[in-house]
């Protein structure tokens, strides 16, 4: 288990935070919106080179391009744009606005991806963010793969079922579980993602995931976009469903090397408490992530910006250019206060993920003792 001691002065430690987080929010202007902007048209030129290659057969320059499209639309643009980290700058367009991107009609024009955006919101922004490592995280791998590391399978078969997992856990797991999550909040209900009944037909619940996650996103990609290149012949648009499907796959996979191993690992904690001051808040957020190798906007592009898990977790609302000049005077912060920083390369993350996920490694409880009276997490943090 990692011994972490505490800062030797909480109230210091967030103030040191606070007065960054001023001076950050101070210095967003016009060169974070260029910035983010082109961003944006690099993924439109990778839609349009994925789009315009698609027809002349399977071919790995239309996948990876409608895949890094697909993932850059998501882990970076409608990412910061929910977070609310560009409305606010003079001259940023409409639909920069979390209350108008990819809402109504605008979500087959902004994000039309197998996640609904106002379910995306409320389980990531809200349940995810504020609650990191807690029970009342709906993102936390160690308790949401309870069932595979009680398993009695051998090793290699667990990693084979993780492999699998990762290849269609977007369109099963993540979306179905942000929806379920939204309908959680609206009917004052608890059903769970392993629930049978929300798999049901017979279920309400699992046809509005049909409806609001599934129908539009298979409709529009492997429907609509195909039969586009009927105009071309029959052929073009077979080779642009195959390549389309083989992106599917791209992204999925790319995706979930990137998003899930940012709170997993064995030197990551997990949380019993909520915290009830904002200095615990932001010790949880870092104590509970993991950064990935920083540094060039392409480097940070392939990564989604996840690279910077730990500042956007302490400072969810600001700019991607923002968190590439708070990557250094967080550390500075941390090393002042002697709070440790998990930095460390997106495939050795993987790895520890992956130890997690099969029941090799467990994360440990802060501060590290077990509160028996918690049933559910004893079970889990034993396990």
Known sequence: MR???????????????????????????????????????????LVILGLCTAWLGPNPIAVMALAAASFGRWTILSHHISHRG????????????????????????????????????????????????????????????????KARFPAVLKVLIVTAIAIVWKPLYYAPNTLNALLNKKEKTNIELGSWALWSPLNKRFWLIVWHCWLPYISFRFVFLPSLFLLVSPEAALYALINLLIAEVVINIWSYIVIVPNHAGSDIYVFDKHPTDRANFYLNQILGSADYNCGGDTRDFMQGWLNYQIEHHVFPDLTVRQYQIAHRRIRDI??????????????????????????????????????????????????
Do not use: M
Not at 8 to 21: G, K, V, Y
Not at 24 to 42: N, P, Y
């Open 86 to 149: 560009y409305e606010n700058i003079p001259g940023a367009p409409a639909r920069y606005n979390s209350k108008t991107y990819a809402r109504g009609w605008r979500r087959v024009i902004d994000w039309l991806d197998w996640v609904y955006p106002e379910a995306w919101h409320h389980e990531h922004d809200v349940l995810h963010h504020y609650n990191l490592g807690e029970t009342g995280d709906p993102d936390v791998p160690q308790y949401n793969a309870h069932w595979l590391r």
């Open 334 to 383: 941390c090393e002042k206060h002697n709070v440790p920083v998990v930095s460390e390369s997106i495939f050795k993350r993987v790895v520890k993920l992956t130890r997690i996920l099969i029941g090799t490694e467990t994360q440990p409880l802060w501060p590290g003792i077990v509160d028996t009276s918690l049933e559910k997490k004893k079970e889990l943090v034993d396990a």
């Open 3 to 45: 011994r972490t001691p505490l800062p030797l002065n909480l109230e210091t430690f967030a103030s040191d935070i606070d007065d960054l987080r001023n001076e950050l929010k101070q210095d967003i202007g016009s060169k974070d919106l260029a910035h983010f902007q082109k961003i944006e048209r690099i993924v439109w030129c």
